[in-house]
């Protein structure tokens, strides 16, 4: 039994040894750090970052359009939230006021008085409503536009950096003659474990 681990030991040994020799690691340094090559700042387990940004970063630090770009993004973005936050800050005030205004009515116990005051708000609920429908509907096209300037942008970071991993992949290809190479070794291993007594 002894003899059956020693000698299963000693084969791993050599497979494992002769491993290393031959095939260096596939992808410890993407694009083999070549400086041109947005990959060659990527290292290997820093991956939190989706791929499709962190290429297209790199790619941004080398090309001044793509940097336009990005900035004029993040200014509209910026700009969107500001130019819709303050239409939206009044519509939801009146929106609670008049939500509160309703709530108060249930507490007044003449029933003829909280009719009369349950139309009033209603009517001021319903012309407060009509006043805004068209800045809502421009807000809602706004924020469509938004959606569609993100879709689009992450259209077209992604088409940027498909040219960028395809050269990695070009740089790095990927041969089975090694692979194959250890299977054959792991088999006489296996061959071996099976003849001894």
Do not use: W
Not at 82 to 111: F, G, M, P, Q
Request: net charge positive; charged share 30%; aromatic share 8%.
């Amino acid at each position: 039994m002894k003899r059956i681990f020693l000698l299963f030991a000693f084969s791993f040994f050599v497979i494992s040894c002769d491993e290393t020799k031959t095939n260096p690691p596939i992808v410890e340094n993407a694009v083999d750090n070549a400086e041109s090559s947005p990959m060659s700042s990527l290292k290997r387990g820093r991956y939190s970052e989706n791929m499709v940004h962190q290429i297209y970063n790199e790619l941004m630090k080398n090309d001044k359009n793509l940097k336009l770009l990005d900035e004029k993004i993040s200014d509209i973005n910026e700009r969107t939230q500001k130019t819709i936050s303050r239409y939206e800050d009044v519509i939801n005030k009146s929106a609670i006021y008049y939500n509160d205004a309703k709530h108060l009515t249930r507490a007044i116990t003449d029933s003829i008085t909280k009719k009369q005051v349950g139309a009033y708000i209603k009517m001021s609920s319903e012309k407060y409503e009509l006043k805004t429908k068209n800045i809502k509907d421009l807000i809602q096209r706004i924020n469509g536009n938004q959606s569609k300037i993100k879709d689009q942008y992450i259209v077209f970071r992604i088409k940027k950096t498909i040219p960028e991993i395809e050269k990695y992949q070009q740089a790095h290809p990927l041969k089975t003659d090694s692979l194959t190479q250890f299977v054959n070794k792991q088999n006489q291993l296996l061959t071996e474990l099976k003849s001894v007594k």
